[in-house]
């Protein structure tokens, strides 16, 4: 069976310090992943998805990157991070070419102080 | 462009009660429809799906939803709420494309209280 992995759960940063944030899928080949931020009373915010190593597409300017350096890792980078920046991170994926049902990770609970 | 509108951003209703929690959907494309739930500090898990198969579609924990096309509408229904439906729910669209990626937007939530 299919699990995804997300860790930390929780962080907390000074500002200004660097961020990464790791995603893992097992039991599936060449899944689309995703990044989405979930912000108190805004919903889920799509920040990246790839469909393959090496391919990300953003869904919005912003202080963050991603990367996908092996088939089933998602990265979640930052080199500063802000104020802003604080919210629930959840990483995720899907079966390409399907109805785009979503399989979510725990989530990381980031605070930037 | 897809969009989602989930009508209150909290909804309370006594254990037993039926619980309605409202979406509406913007597409220019026959839509894929979901209702996620998240409990707190967790990730969501899908509730129930609409893929163009019949229009209620049942999901788990006994709630289930009506496409309504003309409305545009896929409101979320169960008929007796229990104290473990405390929970975020989440409506979602997707627009149907013939290959690659298929874009999911997300509803703001609506909070739902049980009131024993």
């Known amino acids: 069976s299919q699990t995804i992995h997300q860790w930390p759960a929780t962080l907390v940063q000074p500002v200004g310090s660097p961020l990464s944030l790791e995603c893992t899928v097992e039991g599936t080949s060449n899944p689309n992943l995703y990044w989405y931020r979930q912000a108190a009373g805004r919903g889920l915010q799509l920040l990246f998805y790839?469909?393959?190593?090496?391919?990300i597409s953003s869904e919005v300017p912003q202080n963050l990157s991603a990367s996908r350096p092996q088939d089933r890792q998602f990265i979640l980078s930052s080199k500063k991070l802000l104020l802003s920046d604080s919210g629930f991170y959840l990483c995720a994926w899907s079966v390409p070419g399907g109805n785009e049902k979503l399989f979510f990770g725990s989530g990381t609970q980031l605070s930037v102080l | 462009a897809q969009s989602v509108t989930q009508l209150g951003s909290h909804v309370s209703v006594s254990e037993g009660a039926l619980v309605l929690l409202r979406c509406n959907y913007s597409s220019s494309v026959p839509p894929y429809l979901f209702w996620y739930v998240q409990y707190p500090n967790q990730g969501l898990q899908l509730l129930l799906k609409?893929?163009?198969?019949?229009?209620l579609v049942k999901g788990i924990n006994g709630f289930e939803a009506e496409f309504k096309k003309s409305e545009t509408s896929f409101h979320l229904t169960k008929p007796s709420a229990h104290m473990s439906d405390a929970a975020e729910y989440f409506c979602?669209?997707?627009?149907?494309?013939?290959?690659?990626?298929?874009?999911?937007?997300f509803g703001t939530g609506t909070k739902l209280q049980v009131i024993p």
């Open positions: 609409y893929t163009s198969a019949a229009t």
């Open positions: 979602a669209v997707s627009d149907r494309r013939s290959g690659g990626y298929q874009k999911v937007t």
């Open positions: 790839s469909v393959g190593i090496g391919q």
